[in-house]
């Protein structure tokens, strides 16, 4: 992680290079069955702990260096001597550790966004044709595509109205949801 560190400062190495990606595909037939894909278990911890908030090794970082404040001041106020016990003692200090995290990523979450490291302008959806590539529906988000200078863009989305949209149909984004999560659309008609 040190050299992680390093890399980043000394050669300006991304911080976004190991980020996790929380995709979660429907699973979708030419034969007439849909099945949702819909995210496992270990991505809804991940989500909970605010993981999708800032880059996965910024997260890591400060995962390791409260474990490590935790376990050295552990050991010296409690007086564990024993390397059995302080083997024991890395679990709670993880589960700790992550409450931490959820706690920092938020404020830290913001800022980061703020900065907009990478100084990208920022693209206004609103209004633009887009392909959907899983099923939508009012209460289930699927996922769309749309090809901004000349790049495809993949947005988590649902539908403006109670149609469901299904996969390959045009559609046009309308709105951005109010916890900025989604975008609502509704079927494009030529």
């Not at 996790?20 to 069955?33: I, K, L, R, T």
């Not at 260096?65 to 050295?72: A, D, E, I, R």
Request: a negative charge.
């Amino acid at each position: 992680m040190l050299l992680y560190w390093l890399l980043v400062i000394i050669a300006g190495l991304d911080p976004d290079l190991f980020s996790v990606e929380f995709d979660a595909a429907d699973v979708d037939g030419d034969f007439g069955v849909d099945g949702n894909g819909g995210s496992g278990g270990f991505m809804k911890i991940l989500e909970y702990f605010s993981f999708d908030e800032l880059p996965m090794m910024f997260i890591v970082t400060i995962v390791f260096f409260s474990m490590w404040f935790l376990g050295v001041n552990i050991s010296y106020y409690l007086g564990v001597e024993s390397s059995l016990l302080g083997f024991i003692l890395l679990i709670p200090n993880f589960i700790f550790s992550l409450f931490l995290v959820k706690i920092l990523a938020k404020p830290l979450g913001k800022l980061y966004k703020l900065v907009n490291h990478k100084g990208e302008p920022e693209i206004d959806f609103l209004g633009r044709r887009c392909n959907v590539i899983t099923s939508i529906a009012q209460d289930k988000t699927g996922m769309i595509e749309l090809i901004v200078n000349g790049d495809p863009i993949k947005l988590y989305a649902r539908s403006n109205t109670e149609e469901r949209i299904t996969v390959g149909q045009q559609a046009v984004i309308v709105k951005e949801s109010e916890d900025k999560r989604y975008y609502l659309i509704e079927k494009f008609d030529y």
